[in-house]
């Protein structure tokens, strides 16, 4: 059995080191220009290893067919593989320059462009049961973009071989590459019916054996604040400053809980992600989070209880708080027919791999395509740390992702689904 450990460094260092940063701020699809530059290079080599149907869409998302291979294909349903190409805009993206670490010794880890960090086990507890391992970096100065291109490399290696191997008994495969999904737009309307699936898995996990079927439910919100601007030599008792306005609202809300920092587990946050302006006009923004839908309503509710109590102490000041939907708990359709989940657990005992399920704090592009009518788990890669400059992953946990994707599409060409 291949461990195609040589062919997914080599595809995760080149995918990882193209910029692909997506831009809330930005209102096209994909958010920005350059994501084009790695959904080409992935069109391209679709069509290279022999994929059907090869599409870069309108919208920025590559899909292409993997035809079936098994018997009685046409009583099969076509199932669905997704990673995104996008990275977080949350750090640095820009010039990422992914080095290995072979044979990983146990001990910490430096960074040459950043000598002042270090990643240890104690850091990272998962990082001390990878001994022997071949890790992947950053250079320090730069997140990695594992998340989610762990996730291409694994399914283009994937998608390789069993292009390569039609022996393998398999049903009609959809291979999806989509943007955005790091700012919530990763699913375009047109998706669900562009793929055609009976059901799907995003390979954007973590830890080997993580089979994902519940995600937050998450709302975003956006608070602007229209001060009255005047020269400040000639603002007393006219000057009504937004930007002290927005620390009180930011002082307001809870700070020893409900945020990222002080919460785990099932706890639910406000997370103030952004914060622009002036002295005339402020814009604040939040992404709200909560695993049932009645917790992510109170925490809209107490956000703009918050802007109008200080809109209260201020009559002139102008404060809105908007809040629109993101995605859900993918777990509200996914419990109803878990058949998708206990294929992908019955797939990975075959391999060995003892499946783990975990509330995902956050959301994948499976939370919307779930919602929109695809029931769509979340499948490990093996990605650390991730949005950050100490993200590492293993490429022998990558290895293993490819194995269990192998033996996932051949358990779905005989189970009875």
Not at 183 to 190: E, L, M, Q, Y
Request: glycine letters at 8%; a negative charge.
């Amino acid at each position: 059995m291949t461990d195609f450990h040589a062919e997914l460094e080599t595809r995760l260092t080149r995918y990882a080191a193209i910029d692909s940063q997506s831009d809330d701020n930005s209102p096209t699809s994909p958010s920005t220009d350059f994501q084009w530059n790695i959904l080409r290079l992935l069109e391209s080599e679709l069509r290279e290893i022999g994929a059907t149907d090869v599409t870069l869409t309108d919208y920025g998302t590559v899909i292409a067919t993997i035809p079936a291979t098994a018997p009685d294909a046409e009583k099969l349903p076509t199932i669905a593989l997704l990673a995104h190409i996008d990275t977080t805009p949350q750090f640095n993206a820009t010039g990422v320059k992914p080095r290995v670490i072979r044979g990983y010794n146990g001990g910490p880890i430096s960074f040459p462009d950043n000598p002042a960090l270090t990643l240890t086990p104690e850091q990272s507890p998962y990082l001390a049961t990878k001994r022997g391992h071949d890790i992947i970096t950053a250079s320090g100065l730069t997140l990695l973009g594992g998340d989610d291109k762990a996730g291409v490399a694994i399914l283009m290696t994937a998608a390789r071989h069993l292009l390569a191997n039609p022996e393998i008994p398999h049903p009609t495969l959809r291979i999806a590459f989509t943007p955005d999904e790091e700012i919530g737009r990763g699913v375009h309307a047109r998706l669900p019916a562009d793929l055609d699936a009976s059901f799907a898995y995003t390979f954007d996990g973590g830890a080997v054996g993580e089979i994902e079927y519940e995600s937050f439910s998450a709302d975003g919100a956006t608070v602007t604040i229209q001060g009255v601007s005047i020269h400040p030599g000639n603002a007393k008792d006219k000057l009504v400053n937004a930007i002290h306005l927005a620390a009180k609202i930011i002082q307001t809300l809870p700070q020893a809980t409900l945020t990222p920092e002080t919460t785990e587990d099932r706890e639910g946050f406000i997370h103030a992600t952004e914060m622009t302006g002036g002295s005339s006009e402020m814009t604040l923004k939040f992404i709200l989070r909560d695993f049932e839908l009645d917790g992510l309503a109170t925490k809209g509710q107490l956000l703009q209880q918050v802007c109008a109590t200080v809109a209260a102490t201020e009559p002139r000041a102008e404060i809105t708080c908007t809040i629109k939907p993101q995605y859900r708990n993918m777990r509200y359709w996914l419990e109803k027919d878990m058949t998708p989940v206990d294929l992908a657990r019955t797939a990975a005992r075959s391999i060995g791999i003892e499946p783990v399920s975990v509330p995902i704090r956050g959301g994948t592009d499976g939370s919307r395509l779930t919602e929109m009518g695809i029931p769509c788990p979340n499948l490990f890669t093996g990605m650390q740390n991730i949005h950050g400059p100490l993200e590492w992953i293993s490429v022998q946990d990558m290895g293993q992702a490819t194995q269990f994707c192998l033996a996932l599409v051949q358990q779905a060409a005989t189970a009875k689904t």
